[in-house]
Protein backbone atom coordinates (compact mmCIF):
# COMPACT_ATOMS: atom_id res chain seq x y z
CA UNK A 1 0.00 0.00 0.00
CA UNK A 2 0.64 3.75 -0.04
CA UNK A 3 3.50 4.95 2.62
CA UNK A 4 4.04 8.28 3.53
CA UNK A 5 7.10 9.29 5.91
CA UNK A 6 8.26 11.94 8.28
CA UNK A 7 11.44 12.83 9.58
CA UNK A 8 12.31 13.31 11.92
CA UNK A 9 9.76 10.95 14.37
CA UNK A 10 10.89 12.95 17.24
CA UNK A 11 12.97 16.39 18.17
CA UNK A 12 13.55 18.42 20.93
CA UNK A 13 14.36 21.93 20.27
CA UNK A 14 15.20 25.52 22.75
CA UNK A 15 12.77 28.29 22.45
CA UNK A 16 13.67 30.71 19.74
CA UNK A 17 15.33 28.12 17.12
CA UNK A 18 13.81 26.70 14.13
CA UNK A 19 12.90 23.22 13.28
CA UNK A 20 11.90 21.52 10.23
CA UNK A 21 9.69 18.52 9.74
CA UNK A 22 9.98 16.56 6.38
CA UNK A 23 6.64 14.32 4.81
CA UNK A 24 7.75 12.03 1.82
CA UNK A 25 4.65 10.35 -0.64
CA UNK A 26 7.12 7.21 -1.20
CA UNK A 27 5.46 5.55 -4.10
CA UNK A 28 3.24 7.75 -5.12
CA UNK A 29 2.87 11.41 -6.05
CA UNK A 30 1.05 13.89 -4.22
CA UNK A 31 0.09 16.82 -5.68
CA UNK A 32 -1.85 17.98 -2.31
CA UNK A 33 -0.46 17.58 1.23
CA UNK A 34 -2.13 18.61 4.21
CA UNK A 35 -0.21 19.16 7.96
CA UNK A 36 -2.20 18.51 11.04
CA UNK A 37 -1.50 19.09 14.79
CA UNK A 38 -2.55 17.18 17.59
CA UNK A 39 -2.39 18.14 21.07
CA UNK A 40 -2.82 15.54 24.28
CA UNK A 41 -5.72 14.07 24.70
CA UNK A 42 -6.80 15.67 21.57
CA UNK A 43 -7.90 15.37 17.99
CA UNK A 44 -6.07 16.26 15.29
CA UNK A 45 -6.70 19.77 13.98
CA UNK A 46 -5.76 20.61 9.71
CA UNK A 47 -3.29 23.75 9.89
CA UNK A 48 -2.84 24.16 6.16
CA UNK A 49 -3.06 22.53 2.86
CA UNK A 50 -0.42 22.52 0.53
CA UNK A 51 -0.47 21.99 -3.22
CA UNK A 52 2.68 21.15 -4.78
CA UNK A 53 4.72 24.14 -6.64
CA UNK A 54 1.99 26.98 -5.17
CA UNK A 55 1.37 28.56 -1.64
CA UNK A 56 -0.22 26.69 1.15
CA UNK A 57 -3.59 27.48 2.59
CA UNK A 58 -3.87 27.91 5.89
CA UNK A 59 -6.70 27.35 8.32
CA UNK A 60 -7.63 30.32 10.36
CA UNK A 61 -5.82 30.98 13.37
CA UNK A 62 -2.62 29.55 12.31
CA UNK A 63 0.43 31.72 11.58
CA UNK A 64 1.61 31.49 8.29
CA UNK A 65 4.62 33.27 9.06
CA UNK A 66 5.27 30.78 12.20
CA UNK A 67 4.34 27.58 10.38
CA UNK A 68 6.44 28.04 6.89
CA UNK A 69 4.87 25.33 4.26
CA UNK A 70 7.12 24.58 1.55
CA UNK A 71 5.95 21.50 -1.24
CA UNK A 72 8.48 21.76 -3.98
CA UNK A 73 8.24 18.63 -5.44
CA UNK A 74 5.78 15.68 -6.20
CA UNK A 75 7.02 14.05 -2.98
CA UNK A 76 8.16 15.83 -0.58
CA UNK A 77 6.26 18.64 1.93
CA UNK A 78 7.92 20.55 4.75
CA UNK A 79 6.71 22.12 7.74
CA UNK A 80 9.22 24.58 9.24
CA UNK A 81 8.55 25.98 12.72
CA UNK A 82 10.21 29.18 13.21
CA UNK A 83 11.65 30.40 16.56
CA UNK A 84 9.31 28.03 17.81
CA UNK A 85 7.77 28.36 21.80
CA UNK A 86 7.08 25.61 24.33
CA UNK A 87 3.52 26.25 23.16
CA UNK A 88 4.12 24.71 20.22
CA UNK A 89 5.52 21.60 21.35
CA UNK A 90 2.68 19.15 19.83
CA UNK A 91 1.81 16.15 17.31
CA UNK A 92 2.30 16.91 13.68
CA UNK A 93 0.91 14.89 11.33
CA UNK A 94 1.36 15.24 7.80
CA UNK A 95 -1.23 13.55 4.83
CA UNK A 96 -0.26 12.56 1.24
CA UNK A 97 -3.38 12.34 -1.04
CA UNK A 98 -2.23 10.13 -4.04
CA UNK A 99 -3.17 12.49 -7.50
CA UNK A 100 -2.33 9.83 -9.59
CA UNK A 101 -4.29 6.86 -9.08
CA UNK A 102 -6.30 5.96 -6.11
CA UNK A 103 -6.96 9.86 -4.90
CA UNK A 104 -6.88 8.83 -1.53
CA UNK A 105 -5.44 10.27 1.55
CA UNK A 106 -2.44 8.59 3.22
CA UNK A 107 -1.18 9.36 6.80
CA UNK A 108 2.72 9.70 8.10
CA UNK A 109 3.45 8.46 11.28
CA UNK A 110 3.61 11.69 12.94
CA UNK A 111 6.37 13.78 14.37
CA UNK A 112 6.73 14.58 18.06
CA UNK A 113 7.87 18.42 18.80
CA UNK A 114 9.09 19.27 22.00
CA UNK A 115 10.46 22.54 22.51
CA UNK A 116 12.08 23.76 26.09
CA UNK B 1 -18.13 24.07 8.83
CA UNK B 2 -18.31 20.35 9.31
CA UNK B 3 -18.02 18.80 13.04
CA UNK B 4 -17.47 15.48 13.72
CA UNK B 5 -18.70 14.65 17.45
CA UNK B 6 -17.58 10.65 18.95
CA UNK B 7 -19.32 8.98 21.49
CA UNK B 8 -18.68 7.87 24.58
CA UNK B 9 -15.26 9.71 25.13
CA UNK B 10 -13.76 6.68 26.82
CA UNK B 11 -14.87 3.15 27.20
CA UNK B 12 -13.71 0.49 29.29
CA UNK B 13 -14.80 -3.44 28.59
CA UNK B 14 -14.13 -6.76 29.75
CA UNK B 15 -12.30 -8.75 27.27
CA UNK B 16 -14.77 -11.00 24.80
CA UNK B 17 -17.77 -8.07 24.99
CA UNK B 18 -18.90 -6.70 21.33
CA UNK B 19 -18.98 -2.83 21.11
CA UNK B 20 -20.05 -0.13 19.28
CA UNK B 21 -18.42 3.13 18.84
CA UNK B 22 -20.31 6.45 17.87
CA UNK B 23 -19.34 8.93 15.35
CA UNK B 24 -22.22 12.07 14.09
CA UNK B 25 -20.96 14.57 11.21
CA UNK B 26 -22.88 17.90 10.74
CA UNK B 27 -22.67 18.26 7.06
CA UNK B 28 -23.82 15.04 4.44
CA UNK B 29 -21.90 16.23 1.81
CA UNK B 30 -18.89 14.18 2.34
CA UNK B 31 -16.71 12.06 0.10
CA UNK B 32 -15.72 9.20 2.50
CA UNK B 33 -15.41 8.60 6.24
CA UNK B 34 -12.59 6.63 7.38
CA UNK B 35 -11.95 4.82 11.10
CA UNK B 36 -8.42 5.32 12.37
CA UNK B 37 -7.09 3.61 15.66
CA UNK B 38 -4.14 5.35 17.66
CA UNK B 39 -2.14 4.30 20.10
CA UNK B 40 -0.39 6.73 22.76
CA UNK B 41 2.38 8.87 21.16
CA UNK B 42 2.28 7.12 17.76
CA UNK B 43 0.55 8.08 14.42
CA UNK B 44 -2.94 6.83 12.59
CA UNK B 45 -3.46 3.20 11.37
CA UNK B 46 -6.42 3.40 9.15
CA UNK B 47 -9.13 0.65 9.98
CA UNK B 48 -12.02 1.14 7.65
CA UNK B 49 -13.10 3.35 4.90
CA UNK B 50 -16.52 3.58 3.70
CA UNK B 51 -16.88 5.58 0.43
CA UNK B 52 -20.33 8.33 0.49
CA UNK B 53 -22.13 6.18 -1.76
CA UNK B 54 -21.63 2.91 0.58
CA UNK B 55 -23.61 1.68 3.34
CA UNK B 56 -20.75 -0.38 5.37
CA UNK B 57 -17.38 -2.13 5.34
CA UNK B 58 -16.41 -5.07 7.14
CA UNK B 59 -12.67 -6.07 8.05
CA UNK B 60 -12.34 -9.11 10.24
CA UNK B 61 -13.80 -8.10 13.73
CA UNK B 62 -14.32 -4.47 12.76
CA UNK B 63 -17.43 -3.82 11.26
CA UNK B 64 -18.53 -0.27 10.31
CA UNK B 65 -21.29 1.52 8.83
CA UNK B 66 -22.85 4.80 7.54
CA UNK B 67 -25.85 6.38 7.47
CA UNK B 68 -24.86 9.73 5.15
CA UNK B 69 -28.74 11.61 5.56
CA UNK B 70 -28.29 10.95 9.18
CA UNK B 71 -24.60 11.99 9.97
CA UNK B 72 -24.05 8.87 11.39
CA UNK B 73 -21.49 6.46 11.80
CA UNK B 74 -20.68 3.13 13.81
CA UNK B 75 -17.46 0.67 14.58
CA UNK B 76 -18.29 -2.27 15.58
CA UNK B 77 -16.25 -4.31 17.19
CA UNK B 78 -16.59 -7.93 17.88
CA UNK B 79 -15.06 -10.24 20.81
CA UNK B 80 -12.72 -7.36 22.32
CA UNK B 81 -8.97 -8.29 22.98
CA UNK B 82 -6.59 -6.26 24.82
CA UNK B 83 -4.81 -5.46 22.13
CA UNK B 84 -7.79 -3.85 21.17
CA UNK B 85 -7.19 -0.78 23.65
CA UNK B 86 -6.35 2.52 22.14
CA UNK B 87 -8.10 5.91 20.47
CA UNK B 88 -10.51 5.45 17.96
CA UNK B 89 -11.12 7.95 15.68
CA UNK B 90 -13.40 8.71 13.16
CA UNK B 91 -12.76 11.13 10.15
CA UNK B 92 -15.00 12.35 7.49
CA UNK B 93 -13.01 13.77 4.13
CA UNK B 94 -15.06 16.43 2.67
CA UNK B 95 -15.72 17.02 -1.21
CA UNK B 96 -13.10 19.57 -0.91
CA UNK B 97 -10.26 16.90 0.43
CA UNK B 98 -10.09 18.02 4.06
CA UNK B 99 -10.33 15.52 6.78
CA UNK B 100 -12.21 16.75 10.07
CA UNK B 101 -11.50 14.75 13.12
CA UNK B 102 -13.42 13.25 15.67
CA UNK B 103 -12.24 13.84 19.41
CA UNK B 104 -11.93 10.13 19.36
CA UNK B 105 -13.32 6.96 22.04
CA UNK B 106 -10.23 5.68 24.75
CA UNK B 107 -10.95 2.72 24.69
CA UNK B 108 -9.75 0.08 27.12
CA UNK B 109 -10.60 -3.74 27.23
CA UNK B 110 -9.54 -5.30 30.97
CA UNK B 111 -8.00 -9.11 30.46
Known amino acids: GAVVSQHPSWVICKSGTSVKIECRSL??????MFWYRQFPKQSLMLMAT?????????EQGVEKDKFLINHASLTLSTLTVTSAHPEDSSFYIC????????????FGPGTRLTVT | KQEVTQIPAALSVPEGENLVLNCSFT??????LQWFRQDPGKGLTSLLLIQSSQREQTSGRLNASLDKSSGRSTLYIAASQPGDSATYLCAVRSTGNQFYFGTGTSLTVIP
Open chain 1, 27 to 32: DFQATT
Open chain 1, 50 to 58: SNEGSKATY
Open chain 2, 27 to 32: DSAIYN
Open chain 1, 95 to 106: SARDGQSTYEQY
